[in-house]
């Protein structure tokens, strides 16, 4: 009973310590996502100790198919990668309730800050940024 008594203070300091961590810790993001236009399946997973995100199937076939390469890349040794599992998500680690990264878009060539988080079980919200100026986005969780 001691014991029981003499432990119920480390109890309290431990539940105290890590309760708010967890409170606002990011929710897990990752997953396959279906973009805002529909056109594309972004599979987000661990790339080593961050996230990424890959196109992993086209549902709108680019203009040279599935073979449609990052013509637009601004490095010109990537614009003959295949665009078809290209990260366009990268570099995403957790801090508080959201993800910080990068995102690419293959249309333009141009890379943006971007921050991510879970708006539900089947949303994701997706910002990029130049600036103070964003541009959001909506991503439905593929079932």
Do not use: H
Not at 26 to 42: C, F, M, N, Y
Not at 61 to 80: E, F, L, S, T, V
Not at 87 to 113: H, N, V
């Amino acid at each position: 009973m001691t014991l029981r008594i003499a432990c119920l203070p480390l109890t309290f300091a431990l539940l105290f310590a890590v309760a708010p961590g967890a409170l606002s810790a990011a929710e897990p993001v990752t997953g396959r996502w279906l973009t805002a236009e529909k056109d594309a399946v972004i599979l987000v997973a661990p790339c080593g100790k961050t996230l990424c995100g890959t196109i992993e199937k086209f549902l709108v076939a680019p203009p040279q198919g599935n073979d449609q390469r990052d013509i637009n890349n601004p490095d010109p040794a990537k614009r003959k990668r295949r665009l078809l599992g290209t990260p366009i998500l990268s570099s995403f680690t957790a801090d508080g309730d959201l993800w910080r990264g990068q995102i690419y878009d293959p249309k333009s060539g141009k890379s943006y800050r971007s921050v991510i988080r879970r708006k539900g079980p089947n949303v994701l919200e997706v910002k990029g940024c130049i600036g103070p100026f964003c541009q959001t986005q909506v991503w439905r969780k593929v079932t």
